[in-house]
């Protein structure tokens, strides 16, 4: 609850203009709302693809709770910890002004919650609206521990787009036979790359086709005229993913919480991390329609090949002649799994619906290459090498693959003027410049391992190109900044050019995300003002990437004044 202490009783002459300042400032919390919740992490039985697992879940659910607030309101969320790993949470795509306290990836902002401890994440959403979704940030929990954050404009600020009938999240996940953590560990003991999934899901569910399955498909009725908006949330722990629904065309409006320009396509491709709000109308003749989701896969390597599947249901369908059962479902083209050209031209169309406020002088220019790398062995026979030739698997940026502490998180040590838990010398650039896309010596494909950060000074204006590597495989790396959001501001196939790329920016109407990826063997370059004091983790939301190290932090410098510093850490932040 909201407490305003109000001061000594104004004198008459002015008592008129305090009492219209008081009305103003309460009326600016008037529609305000503080929300409580408890999120208990715990182990329950779940049954999927024939077996019932011991799986992760949030107050017994999976995916976990929905939370709905409005733009302005104050989350209050004790999270208890009654499973058997250490876990924290993330609230994705919310920027924490000054708080990275609630921020909430492992060892970067806090140390995790232990098994039969807790920790209360306190935050305020600022002037941001639209899907967003919380999930896990420490190890494979992520894979089952997952919800909507969906964030309503404020009360009498309508969306500026049609208004639906219905809303519906759309949670794109997957689904491992078997325990993630140990899928993981598994991997971590050998060097090599995980299994991949044994299927994606849709709300949770992996549809008609696959084994034991089809009773539980999520099935969407709808009246026939009427449009809905679908708040589409890539899950996915490894995965892109192309998504469409049979003979409907859906209507982008919006991605990680900003709105865009309205422009219709028959398939979006979503990243993990990455949302999509699409505007549907159920124009089509009554009838049953799959939505379907596939892999979108831009590495040399294995990967999910299976199809999820629910199902958008007129109530006016007829059913089929045989003892009233429903008709079949009509399915969607869905893109080819390396599909490129279409992923691409779908986000090139993406736009801001208005004229962006994108950094126009740039103080700190950086070029970061990001991609896969190996681990030489000293002994290629052993069980911990079995990554390709006797290797072990990495990852890195600039060829610094990020470590992350035990002994504190780097928010904790940076507080607490604690030395010997990280650097800041990370290199704007990649430290030796090659053809990165090209056929790249072996001798650059072993990166170092240090926990190295780059600092920024606080309202510094940042331009970050994200360079993939043919290092080992290309791949498309969704990149998400934590505590920020960004303008998409150019993108292109092969190497970067610093002298003629530029000039091809978008710096009008670039879209605003805080997300993306980099088109494989290829470049993005997105810009943003630092203006959110703080520690804040970059790295790829693909999580088999993550402990291979491919990440970095960025120390954000505190401004001059209360409302450019850091706010104090609470109270019952865990300790290491």
Known sequence: MEYHKLGDKPCSSHLFFAILLVFVFIASFADAAIHFHQFVIEAKPVKRLCRTHSTITVNGQFPGPTLEVRDGDTLVITAINRARY???????????????????????????????????????????????????????LRATVYGALIIYPKMGRPYPFLMPKKEIPILLGEWWDRNPMDVLRQALFTGAAPNVSDAFTINGQPGDLYRCSSKETAVFPVEAGETILLRIINSALNQEL???????????????????????????????????????????????????????????????????TAILEYKSAPCSAK??????????????????????AFTAQLRSPYRADVPMKIDESLLFTVGLGLINCTNPNSPRCQGPNGTRFAASINNVSFVFP????????????????????????????????????????????????FKLRYRSQVQIVFQDTSIVTVEDHPM????????????????????????????????????????PGGWVAIRFEADNPGIWLLHCHID????????????????????????????????C
């Open 406 to 453: 035990r002994r504190n998180s780097l928010m904790q040590a940076y507080y607490q003027g604690q030395p010997g838990i990280f650097t800041t010398d990370f290199p704007p650039v990649p430290p030796i410049q090659f053809d990165y896309t090209g056929n790249v010596s072996r001798g650059l494909w072993q990166p170092v391992k240090a926990t190295k950060l």
């Open 480 to 519: 998400h900044l934590h505590g920020y959001e960004f303008y998409v501001v150019g993108s292109g196939f092969g190497n970067f050019n610093p002298r003629t790329d530029p000039a091809k920016f978008n710096l009008i109407d670039p879209p605003r995300r805080n997300t993306i990826g980099t088109p």
């Open 242 to 308: 192309f998504y469409g629904v049979a003979n409907h065309k859906l209507t982008v409006v919006a991605v990680d919480a900003s709105y865009t320009k309205p422009f219709t396509t028959n398939v979006i491709m979503i990243a993990p991390g990455q949302t999509t709000d699409v505007l549907i109308t159920a124009d089509q003749q009554p009838a049953r329609y799959y939505m379907a989701a596939h892999a979108y896969n831009t590495a040399n390597a294995p990967f999910d090949n299976t199809t999820t």
């Open 544 to 575: 088999t990437h993550l402990p291979w190290g491919l990440a970095m932090a960025f120390l954000v410098e505190n401004g001059v004044g209360e409302l450019q510093t850091v706010q104090p850490p609470p109270l019952d932040l865990p300790q």
């Open 86 to 140: 250490n876990a924290t949470l993330h609230w994705h795509g919310v920027r924490q002004l000054r708080n990275p306290w609630a921020d909430g990836p492992e060892y970067v902002t806090q140390c995790p919650i232990q098994p039969g401890r807790s920790y209360t994440y306190r935050f305020t959403i600022q002037n941001q609206e639209g899907t967003l979704w919380w999930h896990a940030h420490s190890r494979w």
């Open 323 to 344: 003892k009233g059962q429903p008709l079949k479902p009509i399915f969607p083209q869905l893109p080819g799994f390396n599909d490129t050209a279409t992923s691409t």
